[in-house]
């Protein structure tokens, strides 16, 4: 039988209408009302009706795509998928993996994430944070540079590596004049490219910690359970069953790098050969192929995606 694992794309995965390929699914819909209702907003015309300034605002971005995955997963179960062996997701996406492990539930989940946008949003004064991709270089070469510019500035000007995409693809944040010149020294350093990229906040870096605080506030009242389906987090490559356990990493995951690479990896050494894309998009299948040869990869952006990857199980 098949062994296979479902991952679950964050940030940068949203586009507007993006659940329309996948027909008139009551899963889909659903999963909206679920989610909108516990907003108090209309997810489902904000998705359809939004444009990109609005649904890349890190306060929209993260409960849509939260739902999106959550949406995708019930829509495989609707159409007879099995339960798979494992799941992750991508930084804000491993809120998803969480909801179909059955660890909280969307209900639990959309107010969470949205209190975490809020949070992340407000922990950087606009303007002095900064993301950049590092492509064509290894990842130990990209953090060393940042270390030696953030330990020559004394921590005052922070700079770390953030996002570990792929071997050759280092996502990294801090302070924005930081991450500028990082990006100049990496690209002497022998990086194809060193792209300052669109986003609202230098996410999964040290400036992060105000906002981890304020997560780690939102979650204590919460009861979650032990997760149904096993769960590689982002912080640790680890699968975690006890709740509390669980609720650290998710507070430590806003101002720690994503471990993509490790994650993908873990994976593989468990018996995983296919991995399926649980969401819109398909940033996260490109990524994983270029993470663990031998791994086959495929994106469900649409029904009928989904149902190709259904006839692979």
């Not at 739902?67 to 099995?82: C, D, F, I």
């Not at 992340?120 to 030696?148: F, H, K, R, W, Y």
């Not at 986003?199 to 040290?206: I, K, M, N, Q």
Request: aromatic content about 4%.
């Amino acid at each position: 039988m098949l062994k296979f694992a479902l991952v679950f794309p964050g940030q940068g995965s949203q586009s507007q209408a993006m659940m329309q390929g996948y027909g008139d699914s009551v899963a889909v819909r659903s999963a909206f009302d679920e989610a909108s209702d516990a907003l108090g907003r209309d997810l489902w015309t904000l998705m359809m009706e939004g444009d990109a300034e609005t649904l890349s605002r890190t306060i929209n971005t993260q409960p849509l795509m939260l739902t999106a995955g959550v949406a995708v997963y019930r829509l495989w179960l609707e159409k007879g998928g099995s339960v798979p062996a494992m799941l992750a997701g991508h930084s804000l996406g491993e809120y998803s993996a969480l909801v179909a492990a059955g660890a909280m539930s969307l209900r639990q989940a959309a107010p969470l994430v949205e209190r975490r946008a809020a949070a992340m949003q407000d922990a950087v004064p606009s303007g002095e944070g900064g993301m950049a991709a590092i492509l064509g270089l290894d990842a130990a070469t990209v953090s060393a540079v940042c270390a030696a510019i953030d330990s020559a500035t004394g921590g005052a000007s922070v700079v770390a590596a953030v996002n570990f995409n792929e071997p050759k693809q280092t996502v990294i944040a801090g302070h924005k004049s930081a991450v500028e010149q990082a990006c100049e020294a990496l690209k002497a350093k022998g990086a194809k490219r060193a792209m300052m990229l669109p986003v609202s906040a230098p996410f999964h870096c040290a400036l992060m910690q105000p906002a981890a605080l304020a997560l780690q506030a939102h979650l204590r009242p919460l009861t979650l359970q032990a997760p149904q389906i096993p769960l590689i987090n982002n912080v640790d490559v680890a699968a975690l069953s006890d709740p509390e356990a669980i609720k650290d990493a998710l507070v430590r995951q806003v101002a720690a790098p994503v471990r993509w690479v490790e994650t993908v990896r873990a994976m593989q050494a468990q018996g995983v050969t296919h991995i399926f894309e649980c969401g819109p998009g398909k940033v996260l299948t490109g990524l994983v192929k270029r993470c663990a040869d031998g791994v086959a990869a495929a994106s469900m952006p649409d029904l009928a995606a989904v149902e190709a990857a259904l006839a692979m199980c």
